[in-house]
């Protein structure tokens, strides 16, 4: 009877648990069909924009658009000189412009006012003129009655244009007959343009909007040194005819000619930046062609794909008549999307259909004859004569695409915002939420969200072609996550690795796939201009190909850049170089063109591969006369085996040691000697969110105390502080833990350089503290990318170095005007001043003490380590290479004058201020090891720091010890000999004169 019970109960509750079930899928199925679905885009917009507001041109220019707000169609002229700021040049001086203008440098600021009788929107168009001592691209800001109405106003670019130089023979090739970059030199000129979208998702000039009445408009200068002419406010409108309408009104008659045109497509007469270059591809279909040599033969689409960049080409026609435009090109990157062209001819677009031609994906060469979508090739009716072929790219077509991810990611991001201020971000998977409890429209959020992405996924296969791209597969992948969480939002708590963290994410998918929407690579062999004339096919028969790689591979063996028997000669010194081969390329043209006419001294450059490669050389005899690009660490390891030269003995030594910070030397000093020159440096700055900051209603912090104060507060809406001990590298070097130990007072060393003193006061409360931040303040211990967390606002307030500058600079167009620089925390000391002393290493320059020729050696060495040539470097490589390719020079001076950008310069120099490396002593990485450990111990483990820092001393003594007694200081347990560890007090003993 028991058995029958027992069976009859758990049938009951089997049955019990299907009705539950059922009843609450039902109750799924009702929430999910009671959303509105044609309201909830609307409904997510209007809650995203409670947290973000409308801060990009696209969104402004949407809600005008929406407010009917008119575009004038009145004019007004302000005259240069009636506006307030700047100097005045007159007339007789400003290149013939006619009137007087105002010359501005950065950060001048120049301001006007205009009365305008109804609230509309204008352009602003600039007469300008950019000054000889300008290399990097003119940019302005632009405020309307004191305030920036959209982010793009904060960078304004000015168009510059850059004329190529056709080199003669003899300055056309290298010492191996490789063929040069030819030079390119700025066009001096009056211009007169309008104000651009950065970003060129709009070809027409950006709108400003003028309240009706006086509007004050200030125009502040970022980068460059120009003159300003007149102002103009007003409104133009360009219509585009199709190509039926341009045909019908040509009104010509198409004729057979037999005629053709071929532009090398590497003989650019214009380009708007200097590092659109031409390059070598090894193929016989392409020419120029040698297998011995390197001939420039392509544009290369590697420097000819970002927004802005375009290209202009001279032709002649020698008969007037309808002509077919041809292209032999090369797309296989971006994740087999196509690229694209705006075509125009003496200045203007033909047709429309031109305005965006769509290059097709193709891992091959192949001739694009452009033709209509049924393959109906374009004719263009040519006059005889020069004519002008204009290349461009801009990112019109996929403006919407792009700004509506943009959008949508600002939405996931509220989300995620509003969630994590509930949940403290706490991850607990046995915890239930009640989101739509607090969030009761979550549901229909989550549908505006998926609806946002199906929208613009449908787009971008409408746009592509293609709807099995890599692209379409992460959106998909993103849409499957937000319908999940649509289905269940209760478990977006526990799974927002799913939704907004990590890259992983739906956030974070569709991030990924931004950049590839605007970059537009192409690599372009020739450009046929051709009527009733075949052109040559695009591949070369397999044959050919073989035979031509036969013929490549066993010239290789014979190749003097690459044989033994190129060896140098009694005039030529040998210089070993730790950078890549551009870099080293760029140096030798340097070398060639400058210093060896200079000083009749030929210089013979190597890579170096590897800088073990030295002690191997140097048991071997093999050395070469001088090293450059050698890492910090290096110099001491090389002085105290005898491998390199004391350069204190040379003539202008201290000469060109004041040209540095003192401290950079610290590194290069051992016993009396100096054995190394600076030659690059790094910098640690600190990187803060202005959108973020400015809604948390805080200011970034200036001391480790501001910190404590502000981490709390990030907390709260989980976000995070990042300092590079919180990277994801098991080691903590000396660069992360000195700062905190010099700031706090401390000290690495006795004054005998035989003992640590790491856990002594000063010194074991930097510890302390440095542990304290990832034990009481929860600062998180690891943080693999911080430049992604910080784009995306996860970590909006952290310390970087130079390179995250330049990534966030030129890879996070987004966040132009959202983010700043200042100098990294600090402590404040007792007069009030806050010391923020960080180690700041880079690389160098050695002689060996093998050389025959070290006077030769060091006459190089000075001259490229003088500001001069640093600085036209840093220019060098930035025009070869790109904007992104910036050169940290270690000379104060050279960095001055260097490429870097404006804005950054004096936040750098400040913080160059407090320059405090360390000193090197025998041992010393034990000291940089024992450290680590002891952080490790404290962090991971929970073990008392004062138990963690004894031991670690302990440890650190004996292999100074031993080390010393190895190198003769040390003798029957004895220091027989001081050992005088160089440090910021005392380095002015080494490097500067008449100091003992």
Same mark, same amino acid.
């Not at 705006?342 to 994906?361: A, M, N, Q």
């Not at 990924?512 to 004339?533: E, G």
């Not at 010391?835 to 002689?847: A, V």
């Not at 407090?914 to 962090?939: C, F, H």
């Given at each position: ?255 057979? *000619? !037999?005629?053709?045109?071929? =532009? $090398? %497509?590497?003989?650019?007469? #214009? /380009? ?133 991810? *943009? !959008?949508?990611?600002?939405? =996931? $991001? %509220?989300?995620?915002?509003? #969630? /994590? ?576």
């Amino acid at each position: 009877m028991k058995k029958w019970i027992l069976l009859v109960c758990s049938v009951l509750i089997v049955v019990c648990t299907i009705i539950v079930n059922t009843k609450e899928n039902e109750s799924d199925v009702d929430v999910l069909a009671s959303i509105d679905s044609s309201n909830s885009i609307k409904a997510v917009e209007e809650y995203t924009d409670t947290y973000t507001g409308e801060t990009n041109y696209y969104n402004i220019n949407k809600k005008w658009t929406a407010d009917v707000i008119p575009v004038s169609s009145k004019e007004y002229m302000i005259e240069s000189k009636k506006t307030r700021g700047g100097n005045i040049y007159s007339k007789n001086d400003n290149y013939d412009y006619g009137s007087d203008v105002k010359y501005l440098e950065p950060g001048d600021n120049i301001s006007f006012e205009v009365d305008i009788p109804e609230e509309s929107l204008y352009e602003i168009w600039l007469d300008y003129y950019i000054m000889d001592n300008t290399y990097l691209r003119p940019e302005i800001q632009i405020t309307v009655n004191d305030k920036k109405q959209y982010n793009e106003a904060n960078k304004i670019e000015l168009p510059m244009k850059w004329q190529v130089i056709k080199p003669i023979d003899e300055e056309k090739y290298d010492r191996y007959g490789d063929e040069l970059t030819p030079k390119s030199v700025k066009k001096m000129m009056w211009d007169n343009v309008p104000c651009q979208d950065p970003n060129f998702f709009y070809i027409e000039p950006l709108k400003f909007k003028l309240d009706k009445g006086i509007n004050k408009i200030d125009i502040t200068v970022n980068e460059g040194y120009l003159l300003l002419g007149d102002i103009n406010m007003k409104n133009t409108i360009k219509e585009i005819s199709t190509y039926e309408q341009y045909i019908s009104n040509i009104k010509k008659e198409r004729k057979p *000619l !037999n005629k053709m045109v071929i =532009i $090398e %497509a590497e003989d650019m007469s #214009i /380009k708007s930046r200097q590092s659109i270059r031409a390059k070598y591809i090894r193929d016989p279909s392409i020419t120029p062609y040698a297998y011995k040599n390197r001939v420039l033969n392509v544009l290369d689409g590697a420097s000819f794909g970002d927004s802005g960049d375009k290209v202009i080409y001279r032709f002649n026609i020698e008969e007037s008549g309808f002509y077919n435009l041809s292209m032999k090109y090369s797309q296989d990157t971006n994740n087999g999307l196509s690229t694209h062209r705006r075509i125009s001819i003496d200045g203007e677009v033909p047709f429309g259909e031109l305005t965006y031609y769509d290059f097709r994906y193709t891992s091959n060469w192949k001739n694009e004859t452009l033709s209509d979508k049924e393959g109906n090739p374009y004719d263009i009716y040519l006059e005889k004569g020069e004519h002008m072929l204009a290349l461009s790219i801009d990112n019109t077509k996929v403006r919407d695409i792009y700004h509506e991810l *943009l !959008n949508t990611l600002d939405s =996931i $991001e %509220a989300i995620s915002k509003e #969630i /994590k201020k509930l949940t403290g971000g706490l991850v607990d998977k046995e915890r239930k939420w009640k989101i739509s409890k607090y969030i009761p429209e979550i549901r229909t959020y989550l549908d505006g969200i998926y609806k946002k992405i199906d929208i613009q996924k449908t787009a971008l296969i409408e746009y592509t072609g293609d709807k099995d791209l890599p692209i379409i597969s992460e959106l998909n992948i993103a849409m499957n996550y937000i319908e999940d969480f649509i289905e269940d939002p209760e478990d977006l708590p526990h799974y927002m690795s799913k939704f907004n963290d990590g890259e992983s994410s739906a956030y974070g998918r569709i991030n990924a796939i931004l950049p590839t929407l605007i970059y537009n690579p192409m690599h372009l062999d020739k450009i046929y201009i051709h009527n009733d004339k075949k052109i040559a096919g695009a591949k070369s028969p397999f044959v050919t190909k073989a035979k031509e790689n036969v013929k490549s591979f066993f010239y290789s063996f014979l190749d003097p850049k690459y044989n033994k028997s190129d060896k140098v000669d009694d005039d030529t010194i040998e210089i070993w170089v730790n950078k890549s081969r551009l870099y080293v390329e760029i140096m030798q043209r340097m070398i060639d063109e400058q210093f060896t006419p200079e000083t009749g001294i030929k210089v013979n450059l190597s890579l170096l591969p590897d800088e073990n490669k030295i002690i191997l050389s140097n048991s071997a005899q093999n050395t070469p006369d001088a090293a450059i690009g050698i890492s910090h660490t290096k110099p001491f390891e090389f002085a105290i085996r005898g491998i390199v030269e004391d350069l204190r003995g040379y003539e202008e030594f201290f000469d060109l040691a004041e040209q540095f910070d003192k401290s950079a030397f610290i590194p290069f000093i051992y016993d009396k000697g100096v054995y190394a020159i600076p030659e690059t440096q790094d910098v640690k700055l600190l990187f803060y969110r202005k959108d973020i900051l400015d809604f948390l209603g805080v200011k970034p912090p200036q001391t480790w105390e501001d910190v404590t104060s502000l981490i709390p507060i990030l907390k709260k809406y989980d976000m995070n502080f990042y300092t590079p001990l919180g990277s994801d590298s098991s080691l903590k070097g000396l660069d992360t833990t000195t700062p905190f130990i010099y700031q706090f007072g401390g000290r690495l060393y006795d004054s005998t350089g035989s003992k640590t003193i790491i856990n002594e006061k000063n010194s074991y409360e930097a510890f302390e503290f440095m542990t304290d931040l990832f034990t009481v303040y929860n600062v998180p211990i690891t943080t693999s990318n911080f430049y992604q967390k910080f784009r995306n606002g996860k970590t909006p307030v952290g310390i970087g170095d130079a390179n995250t500058y330049i990534q966030l600079k030129y890879a996070a167009p987004e966040l132009s005007g959202q983010w700043g620089i200042l100098p990294i925390p600090g402590i404040e000391n007792s007069e009030g001043v806050i010391e923020r002393w960080d180690p700041t290493y880079g690389t160098s320059s050695i002689i060996f003490n093998n050389s025959s020729k070290k006077e030769a050696s060091w006459e190089f060495i000075k001259w490229w380590s003088s500001a001069e040539i640093q600085s036209d470097f840093s220019y060098a490589i930035q025009s070869t290479l790109g904007d992104k390719f910036l050169y940290m020079t270690a000379n104060i001076e050279g960095f001055r004058r260097s490429a870097w950008p404006t804005d950054s310069k004096k936040v750098i120099l400040e913080q160059w201020k407090w320059i405090q490396t360390t000193g090197k002593v025998p041992g010393d990485y034990m000291l940089e090891r024992e450290i680590s450990n002891a952080w490790n111990k404290v962090v991971f483990d929970g073990e008392n720091p004062r138990i963690a820092l004894d031991d670690a001393v302990a440890t650190i003594n004996r292999e100074f010890k031993r080390k010393l007694k190895e190198f003769g200081y040390i003798e029957d347990d004895k220091l027989v000999k001081k050992y005088i560890v160089p440090d910021i007090h005392n380095v002015e003993k080494w490097v500067r004169q008449n100091e003992e």
